[in-house]
């Protein structure tokens, strides 16, 4: 979905490396997601935010952090970064204004490879 | 913990055929389903979504049919295209108020011309 955009859209480094994956958002929305893609795994929750500064762990938050600045920014960060959590990464949003119907909307993925 | 899954990892389907995909659930609180499709190099991308109270719902070529007796929900694609090549994925809110979904792993659905 273009309303969600996701930067890099790859991105190679190093163990030991700290590094940010970005998440925008121009669908007004006020809950933001970030998920974790692994082959035979499906889609896991590392964190989720729905209002600006808040901040909740998902099922596999260990090793990752986030900040929610602004409503349309929700960034990633990997603090020391290690080669298990080569994965692809989702940024996603949804509308408290929905209700029940909690569909999020997914960026492009940032393919993530660490060495 | 409650889990989402699918019957089958991979099926295959000729053009035109109609494919039906299936996801088990294993919450019996879970309040609303939906499936994604994410083609390869994307994101997943919403399809159809279906509440507990009903048991069908109809789109274009897709229908989601949802059996709470046991616990499983169904994506049918019509005249399947080729286009329609691509994983899908159903998910779960689990109900209450935090509306988080669980995923399954999802199915490969290769569409043969």
């Known amino acids: 979905d273009a309303d969600v955009t996701q930067t890099p859209r790859n991105r190679i480094t190093k163990t030991g490396k700290r590094i940010m994956l970005e998440c925008s958002q121009t669908?007004?929305?006020?809950?933001m997601y970030w998920y974790r893609q692994d082959p035979g795994l499906g889609l896991r929750l590392i964190y989720y935010s729905f209002d600006v500064k808040d901040i909740n762990k998902g099922e596999i938050s260990d090793g990752y952090s986030v900040s929610r600045q602004a409503q349309a920014k929700f960034s990633l960060s990997l603090e020391s970064a290690i080669p298990n959590q080569t994965a692809l990464y989702f940024c996603?949003?949804?509308?408290?204004?929905?209700?029940?119907?909690?569909?999020?909307?997914f960026g492009a993925g940032t393919r993530l490879s660490v060495l | 913990g409650e889990s989402v899954g699918l019957h089958l990892p991979t099926l295959s389907v000729q053009e035109g055929d109609n494919s039906i995909i299936n996801c088990a659930y294993s919450n019996s609180a879970s309040d609303y389903f939906i499936w994604y499709k994410q083609e390869s190099g994307k994101g997943p991308q919403f399809i159809i979504d279906?509440?507990?109270?009903?048991d069908k719902r109809q789109g274009q070529r897709v229908t989601v049919l949802l059996n709470k007796t046991v616990k499983h929900l169904s994506l049918q694609i019509a005249a399947t295209q080729p286009g329609d090549s691509a994983v899908y994925f159903c998910a779960e809110n689990s109900g209450g108020s935090n509306y988080k979904l669980t995923f399954g792993k999802g199915t490969l659905l290769t569409v043969n011309p």
């Open positions: 996603a949003t949804s509308d408290q204004s929905a209700g029940m119907e909690n569909i999020q909307y």
């Open positions: 669908k007004g929305h006020d809950r």
């Open positions: 279906i509440r507990s109270n009903m």
